[in-house]
């Protein structure tokens, strides 16, 4: 080459590096990249090209319906929203903001008492966006009211089988319903109030539906519950001659 320029249409790229860049552009998958550059004599260079920009960082987040209506900010700190700009700067929370219309369609459900996934996108002050899966649940409780006899309550006391009894009888059950899915949680029957029944009379019983799997990062809380309270007509047994 003795010192010659070459012109760049002389010089090559490799073709497959270049894509992966612009793929990281496209993506906004921000870092560093190898990028490397071929002379005619076969002499290789390489380069780093370092993508910089805004970062927004967002979790997957899921909120009860029954709660009631959220604020941007109640949304921003559901799904733990933060940024940096291009400097590494923290960008203000107040400064991030939901797309136009996001939070009003979220709120539209929370009031219809309508569950689902949605999507909502968080946008930094230089356009910058991130989107993240938002859940929207509720929970369920369905039980009857029952009869026993005295001498059946007093059995199942004895025996520890009351709980299982009353849940069986009163056909309870809970679920905890995310749009058109429905999943089976927990129910435990409080028999606190049948302990000290000696004769006919009619009990209030509180079922309680219980989700004990935690929620992810940013989400409701592990243990949230729903109760129902049934009633259980304690009858006198036959020519007992109690009423």
Same mark, same amino acid.
């Given at each position: 080459?003795?010192?010659?320029?070459?012109?760049?249409?002389?010089?090559?790229?490799?073709?497959?590096?270049?894509?992966?860049?612009?793929?990281?552009?496209?993506?906004?998958?921000?870092?560093?990249?190898?990028?490397?550059?071929?002379?005619?004599?076969?002499?290789?260079?390489?380069?780093?090209?370092?993508?910089?920009?805004?970062?927004?960082?967002?979790?997957?987040?899921?909120?009860?319906?029954?709660?009631?209506?959220?604020?941007?900010?109640?949304?921003?700190?559901?799904?733990?929203?933060?940024?940096?700009?291009?400097?590494?700067?923290?960008?203000?929370?107040?400064?991030?903001?939901?797309?136009?219309?996001?939070?009003?369609?979220?709120?539209?459900?929370?009031?219809?008492?309508?569950?689902?996934?949605?999507?909502?996108?968080?946008?930094?002050?230089?356009?910058?966006?991130?989107?993240?899966?938002?859940?929207?649940?509720?929970? #369920?409780?369905?039980?009857?009211?029952?009869?026993?006899?005295?001498?059946?309550?007093?059995?199942?006391?004895?025996?520890?089988?009351?709980?299982?009894?009353?849940?069986?009888?009163?056909?309870?059950?809970?679920?905890?319903?995310?749009?058109?899915?429905?999943?089976?949680?927990?129910?435990?029957?409080?028999?606190?109030?049948?302990?000290?029944?000696?004769?006919?009379? #009619?009990?209030?019983?509180?079922?309680?539906?219980?989700?004990?799997?935690?929620?992810?990062?940013?989400?409701?809380?592990?243990?949230?519950?729903?109760?129902?309270?049934?009633?259980?007509?304690?009858?006198?047994?036959?020519?007992?001659?109690?009423?």
């Amino acid at each position: 080459l003795y010192g010659n320029a070459l012109d760049d249409d002389d010089i090559t790229v490799d073709t497959a590096e270049l894509d992966a860049i612009l793929d990281a552009i496209r993506n906004r998958e921000l870092g560093e990249y190898a990028l490397t550059y071929t002379t005619p004599d076969g002499l290789t260079v390489t380069t780093v090209v370092t993508l910089i920009g805004t970062v927004i960082n967002a979790a997957d987040a899921s909120y009860n319906v029954e709660k009631g209506e959220l604020t941007e900010e109640d949304l921003k700190g559901l799904c733990s929203v933060s940024a940096v700009d291009p400097d590494g700067n923290p960008i203000a929370i107040g400064d991030m903001t939901a797309a136009v219309g996001e939070l009003d369609r979220i709120n539209g459900m929370i009031q219809r008492g309508e569950t689902g996934i949605v999507e909502i996108t968080f946008i930094a002050p230089d356009g910058t966006e991130y989107t993240i899966l938002f859940t929207l649940y509720a929970y #369920e409780i369905d039980g009857s009211n029952l009869e026993m006899y005295v001498s059946e309550l007093h059995q199942k006391i004895k025996d520890g089988t009351l709980e299982a009894y009353v849940r069986s009888q009163s056909k309870a059950e809970a679920w905890k319903v995310v749009g058109s899915e429905r999943k089976a949680i927990d129910v435990r029957v409080d028999t606190a109030n049948l302990l000290g029944v000696t004769g006919p009379a #009619e009990v209030q019983v509180t079922l309680t539906g219980t989700d004990h799997i935690s929620a992810r990062s940013g989400g409701g809380l592990a243990g949230e519950t729903i109760e129902k309270e049934i009633k259980v007509l304690i009858k006198a047994d036959p020519s007992s001659g109690q009423n």
